[in-house]
């Protein structure tokens, strides 16, 4: 027994550095073999990155899209994150996003479940932070008087902190589906002053049922007017708790004389119409005049006659609310 040890032994010594000098030869060719993966995946992702830019035509210098936003955005202070892995997404929206320590707002990349493709969402990180935005006014370039299509799949512009969008009602659905979400809304006048709505249990059907409105309890300091207000008459003609959507091609009010999204030329939440309509006309300078109230109205503050300057609607978990609320982002 002795013996055979003590033969062993000295062959062992020997042999060692050989064996180690293998394990060392394996081991960078494991972490060779690693770095070619790395930047294979880097050069698809690339790729693929430079495909969706060519087909959406963004920096195309000939393009009317370039020259009046991408040109001017250059100069601008504007966060875009990061493009490595971009296009795999594990985010469900802006919550996860903040709680993952990316705390820029800025455009992010979002998927909330596997019955969707990747999208993209503004995601306000001030405020307490986390906010996805489902929908923004700021300066009136974007026309809200589209139909149900495009309500459906969302429309607008996507690239500077101020554009204007309305996310989509598919994609405001996949949002909430199986979360519970608050609803802020952030308005803005033409004085510079600033209110907020906090409404808990924020919901929407799907398509099939015309995306019908749920709210829960209300907070804030610009008034209840997505339920219509104090006032119970008014309370039954313009609550918008519980009713579909209606575009200027889908009339599901409740108006039978006419069409609520074809009198205020945009598509919402419309009972016999409404005190409370985000997605109206673009009037500057606030007060108006008119046939009918179709401007960016939040009655309870400014009355139906009086368009805000910049209003903001976003969603985010309710777990966030007790990390500080404000009066919200401006522009
Ligand atoms: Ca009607």
Redesign the pocket.
């Known amino acids: 027994m002795w013996l055979i040890l003590a033969l062993l032994l000295p062959h062992y010594g020997l042999s060692a550095p050989r064996l180690q000098d293998v394990d060392v030869c394996r081991t960078d060719n494991a972490k060779l073999l690693h770095r070619i993966q790395v930047l294979e995946n880097k050069l698809e992702l690339g790729r693929l990155q430079l495909k969706d830019l060519r087909e959406n035509n963004y920096h195309s210098v000939k393009s009317k899209y370039y020259k009046t936003n991408v040109a001017k955005s250059r100069t601008e202070n504007v966060h875009i994150p990061p493009t490595d892995g971009n296009l795999v997404v594990r985010d469900a929206d802006c919550s996860d996003i903040f709680e993952s320590g990316r705390k820029q707002s800025g455009y992010y990349r979002v998927q909330p479940g596997h019955q969707t493709e990747p999208f993209t969402v503004y995601c306000d990180m001030s405020d307490g932070g986390g906010w996805t935005v489902i929908q923004r006014r700021s300066n009136g370039k974007v026309s809200f008087n589209r139909n149900w299509q495009e309500y459906k799949k969302g429309f607008g512009l996507f690239r500077n902190r101020n554009d204007e969008h309305w996310l989509g009602n598919d994609h405001i659905f996949h949002l909430l589906s199986g979360r519970e979400m608050s609803l802020k809304i952030d308005l803005t006048d033409w004085h510079g002053n600033t209110r907020y709505a906090i409404y808990d249990s924020f919901r929407i059907t799907n398509e099939e049922d015309k995306y019908k409105l749920w709210l829960g309890y209300y907070s804030g300091n610009a008034g209840d007017a997505l339920d219509g207000g104090s006032n119970f008459a008014e309370q039954w003609s313009a609550s918008l708790k519980g009713m579909p959507f209606s575009t200027v091609d889908n009339?599901n009010?409740r108006?039978?004389k006419?069409?609520?999204a074809k009198e205020n030329k945009c598509g919402w939440w419309f009972n016999r119409c409404h005190t409370a309509n985000l997605n109206g006309l673009y009037y500057k300078n606030g007060n108006y005049t008119g046939q009918y109230d179709n401007g960016i109205v939040w009655s309870t503050w400014h009355g139906l006659w009086y368009s805000l300057k910049f209003t903001t609607m976003k969603i985010r978990r309710p777990s966030f609310l007790n990390a500080g609320s404000g009066d919200g982002m401006n522009v």
């Open positions: 009339d009010d108006y039978t006419g069409n609520c």
